[in-house]
């Protein structure tokens, strides 16, 4: 498991990768927090295109940045999710926290 952050501008980019389940979501959630704290970005851009297996602690992760954001009127981009994840979190309601590409073919561009 790791993240990678990338501030560009007011956008804060987290590269995820490994697995987000139950025992990894703890150090992703507090590194993206940190730095939401530190640079109160407008957007977040979650980077799903190096996560091999999600649980749904992934959904929770998820929606504790959405809360997290809610304050700074920030909104959250879900980028390069594999179809398996992209499914499950169309089937969790992602979609009404953060935008999803619309399909796995937009979700690689």
Excluded at 49 to 69: A, E, K, P, V
Aim: overall charge neutral; aromatic content about 6%; cysteine-free.
């Amino acid at each position: 498991m790791s993240v990678e952050l990338k501030m560009t501008g007011e956008v804060l980019t987290a590269y995820l990768s490994g697995e987000l389940d139950h025992h990894n979501a703890r150090e992703m959630r507090e590194a993206v927090d940190e730095a939401i704290e530190l640079n109160h970005p407008s957007m977040l851009v979650l980077d799903f295109g190096q996560i091999g297996f999600m649980d749904s602690s992934g959904i929770g992760f998820i929606m504790g940045r959405y809360r997290n954001l809610s304050r700074y009127g920030a909104t959250i981009h879900i980028s390069d999710a594999p179809p398996a994840i992209l499914k499950m979190m169309k089937l969790a309601g992602v979609e009404k926290l953060a935008t999803l590409p619309k399909t796995v073919k937009e979700s690689k561009k």
